[in-house]
C-alpha cells in the first residue's frame, strides 16, 4: 500500500505529532549507545547539555546522560579545555555556521589524552531562530582492526611510535610503508581523520604530556626527547593544541593530585608540608 499524498504542511504537522508521541531519550540514544567509539551531545544557548549518549556522559567523567543534563564542560574539564570548547560552541550558535571534523585533543579519565574528531551544528526554532547545538564526537583510536585492509598504515604507525624521538619526515614514514606520499596523506585521512604530520605530533605530545604529570624533568630535555625539536617549539604545539603552555599543564596536574591528596588526609598533608 502507497502512502496518501502531503503537502509541506501536512508533512511538518505528522513529523511533529510523532515526535511529540515519543518519550524522551529514544530517539539517538539507543543507536548512539551501540556505536563504540561515537558519542552525541545537545547543547542549549547557555551550552549546559540537555542530552547525551550515555558513552559521551561516561568519557567526560558524568555516570549517565541524564546526570549531565543542566551541566556544562566547566563541571567536568580543565578550565583550559572547557573554555575553548565554550568558545565553539558560541561560535556555531552566534554565526549559525557549523564546525565540522575539529580535531581536538581531549584528557581521558586516567590522564592520558585522547583525540576526537567533533562535529558541531546549530539548532533552530521554528520561527529560525537559533535554540542551541547538537554534536557528534568520534574517538580517534589506533588497534589491529584499524588496520585490517591496510597493513601498510600499521607498519607506518610502528615506525612513527618507536622513532618520534627522531627527527623524521612524512616521505621517511611513507617509505617504511611501501607507498608514496600522497598516499599516505590519504590513507592517514580516511583512518585517523588527520594528517601524517598531525599524527605524529599526537604521539609527540602525548609523550610530552606524560613527562610533564609522571617526572620534574626540566621543560627544555622534555622537549628534545619527546622529539619536539626544543622547548619553544614544544610551547607552541601546546598553545596549539591543548590552548595551555606545558608549565601551566605540569601546574594543573600537581594542583589536582595535592587537592586528591588533602582530601583523602589533611592531617598528613598538613604535617607534610609545614
Known sequence: MKSLPLNASELCKLQSEFLDHLRPGQLLEGLFNSIPG????????????????????????????QELIGKMDHDYSPDFLADAFYADDQAVMISGKAIYDQVELVPSADGSLDWLCTTKVPLFASDGSIVGLAGIA?????????????????????????????????????????VSVSSQERLFRKI??????????????NAACAMLRDTLTDLAPIAVECGLSDQTNMTRAFRLELKITPLKYRRRFQEARLSNRKSLNPARIQHSVT
Open 192 to 205: 585517523f581523520g588527520l594528517t601524517p604530520l598531525m599524527y605524529l605530533r599526537k604521539i609527540r605530545l
Open 138 to 178: 568520534r574517538l580517534i583510536r589506533d588497534n589491529d582492526a584499524v588496520y585490517a585492509d591496510h597493513p601498510e598504515m600499521h607498519r607506518i604507525v610502528d615506525y612513527a611510535r618507536t622513532h618520534y624521538r627522531k627527527k623524521i619526515s612524512v616521505s621517511d614514514m611513507a617509505k617504511v610503508g611501501g
Open 38 to 65: 561515537v558519542f552525541y551531545f545537545v547543547k542549549d544557548l547557555e551550552s549546559r547539555f540537555m542530552g547525551s549518549s550515555n558513552g559521551f556522559a561516561r568519557t567526560i567523567g558524568a555516570a549517565s546522560a
